[in-house]
């Protein structure tokens, strides 16, 4: 089992920028895949960004350019930093880890870009 914990959310205005972090515990070392999803409400849960083990990123292309995931293995650790925050940027963001077992969730957190 994978237990993952989020922090870092709030609000802020138009452009601002927030970071992400995601702690990982339990049965880290299988962890191949970490990323964020977000879901905003009426809408299904989406892909925001991943990275492997190795390093490789994906990205939504709505957060393209403006957002950047890391990983840290020594820390356990998955960082998603948000910069030129959007409006339709406002939703709930998951922390995301997948092994060979399956797929894990943290809570969740509110991220709200309003002026």
């Known amino acids: 089992q994978v237990k993952l914990v989020e922090s870092g959310g709030g609000s802020v205005q138009p452009g601002g920028s927030l970071r992400l972090s995601c702690a990982a515990s339990?049965?880290?070392?299988?962890?191949?895949?970490m990323g964020w999803y977000r879901q905003a409400p009426g809408n299904e849960r989406e892909l925001v960004a991943s990275?492997?083990?190795?390093?490789?990123?994906v990205y939504a292309d709505s957060v393209k350019g403006r957002f950047t995931i890391s990983r840290d293995n020594a820390k356990n650790t998955v960082l998603l930093q948000m910069n030129s925050l959007k409006p339709e940027d406002t939703a709930v963001y998951y922390c995301?880890?997948?092994?060979?077992?399956?797929?894990?969730w943290g809570q969740g957190t509110q991220v709200t870009v309003s002026s």
């Open positions: 339990g049965s880290i070392f299988s962890i191949r895949q």
């Open positions: 990275i492997t083990k190795s390093g490789n990123t």
């Open positions: 995301n880890a997948a092994d060979p077992m399956g797929r894990y």
